[in-house]
T-cell receptor, first 114, second 111 residues
Framework: GAVVSQHPSRVICKSGTSVKIECRSLDFQATTMFWYRQFPKQSLMLMATSNEGSKATYEQGVEKDKFLINHASLTLSTLTVTSAHPEDSSFYIC??????????FGPGTRLTVL | GNSVTQMEGPVTLSEEAFLTINCTYTATGYPSLFWYVQYPGEGLQLLLKATKADDKGSNKGFEATYRKETTSFHLEKGSVQVSDSAVYFCALRGPDQKLVFGQGTRLTINP
């Protein structure tokens, strides 16, 4: 199947700093990308959906100024956690889809905010 | 809204045992149903899917049947292997094209 990569796989940062996570589709054009958040032993919760060249659509309860999403090209989306705090520590997973085809997932990024 | 409830884990079995992981859903309309698998250090991979009632999805010896009357999509395999150790997620996708996931079930198969 198609490959979606994420970078970094792990990041530790100090409270108040911003962290950027990259998500790339390696062998297909990701017309739609999704960002999920997963807490320990819990489900994946959709944070936002973005279409290439458009603003992201955020799920209810997700702060758009806190979690900045940029989907500037058909192979790259970034999630920036601004002014991170310990409660933002989590596992962030991106996913990408070309048209209405199958959705492919990245391996995830574990964020720890001290 | 749409939701998925799956069997709590962790589940530990011996090799060649029979596996069932229960999954039930709540949804408006007629969702598509999926099982995803996540191996250690990797992203979620689609294992199988079913798009309408009574469809059976199958892959790698795993099966699941879309049961509308019981709103269920239980995952089964007749004889598990050590390589099946992973986390399994049941999910649905409604008309809004958004995936809704269960909480995941960690499966460990001992030799």
């Amino acid at each position: 199947g198609a490959v979606v990569s994420q970078h970094p796989s792990r990041v530790i940062c100090k409270s108040g700093t911003s962290v950027k996570i990259e998500c790339r589709s390696l062998d297909f054009q990701a017309t739609t990308m999704f960002w999920y958040r997963q807490f320990p032993k819990q489900s994946l919760m959709l944070m936002a959906t973005s279409n290439e060249g458009s603003k992201a659509t955020y799920e209810q309860g997700v702060e758009k100024d806190k979690f900045l999403i940029n989907h500037a090209s058909l192979t790259l989306s970034t999630l920036t956690v601004t002014s991170a705090h310990p409660e933002d520590s989590s596992f962030y997973i991106c996913s990408a889809r070309e048209g209405v085809n199958e959705q492919f997932f990245g391996p995830g990024t574990r964020l720890t905010v001290l | 809204g749409n939701s998925v409830t799956q069997m709590e884990g962790p589940v530990t079995l011996s090799e060649e045992a029979f596996l069932t992981i229960n999954c039930t859903y709540t949804a408006t309309g007629y969702p598509s149903l999926f099982w995803y698998v996540q191996y250690p250090g990797e992203g979620l991979q689609l294992l199988l899917k079913a798009t309408k009632a009574d469809d059976k999805g199958s892959n790698k010896g795993f099966e699941a049947t879309y049961r509308k009357e019981t709103t269920s999509f239980h995952l089964e395999k007749g004889s598990v292997q050590v390589s099946d150790s992973a986390v399994y997620f049941c999910a649905l996708r409604g008309p809004d094209q958004k995936l809704v996931f269960g909480q995941g079930t960690r499966l460990t198969i001992n030799p």
